[in-house]
């Protein structure tokens, strides 16, 4: 079926009945930053194996990558905080329909797809993700492993598995303009903000006035956001600590501004 349901208490409605082409095993996750459903590959019948990626907004359908991982069913997809992380699956190891597993990890900030390693747990499918938002971790457990042949043999599995979760990090919080009554300051991230952009939470201790966040535009790996005195009247310079966080990861900064006059 192509069906999406939604269930709001005890019921399900039905939102929509075109997009994907129909199919089973395909990996979805819910992107909490843009509020999008992500699904990815997927098999028609276990011999023909999908690799595309759709969003579903809560309206329609949107095809948004072509290209990334192989084509791939019953592999496993959770969001880590700024990206969706996938792992292994099952696919076709030959023309005769033999299936194999596999064990690269993927992460992908919506238009594009990245191999981020191929190692780490053993090749499998079916397994579970989740991801730890207070550790910044995704945590894997189980699946099957198959063993290419014939005979199609799998192994059970029930080992447990830890990848850090967010590819990017806060680097930096820096005053631009010390002792200024229109101060700025700048957050910095170790990589590109990801497709839609991501906002940072702010906060601060002291006699200074921020915003509680700061939008990161999309493939910025920066932002500045303004940093002032509270108390007016006087002119010697007040000190603050201001704190800016994303997920589990954050950084903060002593700060001077100077008051007004």
Do not use: C
């Amino acid at each position: 079926f192509r069906r999406v349901l939604f269930r709001s208490g005890l019921a399900w409605t039905q939102v929509a009945d075109d997009g994907p082409t129909v199919r089973i095993g395909a990996a979805m996750a819910y992107d909490s930053i843009r509020g999008r459903i992500v699904l990815f590959g997927g098999s028609l019948n276990f011999e023909d194996f999908l690799n595309d990626t759709w969003e579903f907004d809560g309206v329609g359908w949107t095809r948004i990558a072509e290209t990334g991982p192989a084509p791939r069913a019953r592999s496993g997809m959770v969001f880590a905080g700024t990206r969706n992380i996938l792992f292994g699956g099952e696919f076709p190891f030959n023309a005769q329909g033999t299936l194999g597993t596999l064990n690269d990890t993927w992460e992908g900030s919506g238009k594009f797809w990245t191999q981020r390693q191929d190692f780490g747990p053993r090749d499998r499918g079916g397994h579970q993700m989740v991801y730890d938002s207070d550790r910044d971790r995704v945590v894997l457990f189980g699946g099957s492993s198959i063993i290419p042949g014939p005979a199609q043999e799998s192994v059970r599995l029930n080992d447990t598995w830890e990848l850090p979760g967010n590819a990017i990090t806060l680097t930096a919080l820096i005053l631009l303009s010390p002792l200024s009554s229109d101060a700025e300051a700048m957050v910095s991230l170790s990589g590109p903000s990801p497709i839609g952009g991501i906002f940072l939470a702010l906060s601060s201790s002291g006699p200074v006035e921020i915003p509680v966040s700061v939008f990161v535009a999309e493939g910025k790996k920066s932002a500045v956001f303004p940093v002032k005195p509270k108390v007016t009247g006087q002119t010697e310079p007040v000190a603050a600590l201001v704190t800016a966080k994303l997920g589990a990861s954050s950084v903060n900064s002593d700060v001077q501004v100077a008051r007004r006059g």
